[in-house]
């Protein structure tokens, strides 16, 4: 059964169990999803509004490219655990195998692309969170600090997953502009997430 198709208990006991996938990968992806679906109900509850009316076009456009961002992250969780299978099995290729090194590192390379997009999707969600935390509905704004939170989630753990790959390949080159990447974006997001969700949370304590 794929992902999408999974009920949340399913996934959740499949998460839980000793099999390798879903894995860490997967829940960052799904959380990343949850947080742009997050944002795009803040989005509706705003739209129509007389009160926000000034912001109505801004808003339609963040809520559209919010559900977008959903749909794409689901769809990694999807991807996160069709590239990890191969890696998986590569792992059990014979160490004296001489095809063995190129196997692992198509492998990796392959397995690292989910989580990479990942955090890709995750960054553009964090920027989303920020208009919808400034212009949304004071109702739901609660709903954009949360989507914030878990899309950092989402975000550190899809790096932490790209790293474990990128730790392991060969070419360290290649690793290197990847590793650069995912530093550089953590780096800004991370706290820019977190700003949104210390803002909103500040509002009611």
């Known amino acids: 059964m794929s992902t999408q198709d999974m009920t949340l208990a399913a996934f959740t006991q499949a998460l839980a169990s000793k099999t390798a996938v879903p894995g860490g990968g997967g829940a960052s992806a799904l959380a990343g999803a949850l947080g742009a ?56 290729i014979p160490k004296d195998d001489p095809h063995r090194a190129d196997i692992m590192e198509r492998c990796l390379r392959l397995a690292a692309l989910p989580p990479l997009e990942t955090v890709r999707l995750c960054c553009q969600a964090i920027e989303l969170m920020e208009g919808f935390a ?64 210390e803002t909103v949370y500040g509002r009611y304590c």
Request: proline letters at 2%; one cysteine or more.
């Open 134 to 197: 400034a212009m949304g509905s004071v109702l739901a704004v609660s709903d954009a600090a949360v989507g914030a939170a878990l899309c950092r989630g989402a975000l550190y753990g899809a790096a932490v997953n790209v790293k474990v790959n990128t730790k392991a390949m060969a070419d360290r080159a290649y690793a290197g502009r990847i590793d650069g990447e995912v530093d550089r974006l953590t780096a800004e997001y991370g706290p820019r997430a977190e700003k949104v969700f």
């Open 37 to 92: 679906a997050l944002g795009s109900m803040v989005g509706e509850l705003t739209l129509g509004k007389p009160k926000y009316a000034a912001v109505e076009a801004q808003m339609t456009d963040l809520t559209a490219r919010a559900k977008a961002l959903s749909t794409a992250l689901l769809a990694k969780a999807e991807e996160d655990e069709a590239a990890f299978l191969p890696l998986s099995r590569a792992y059990g």
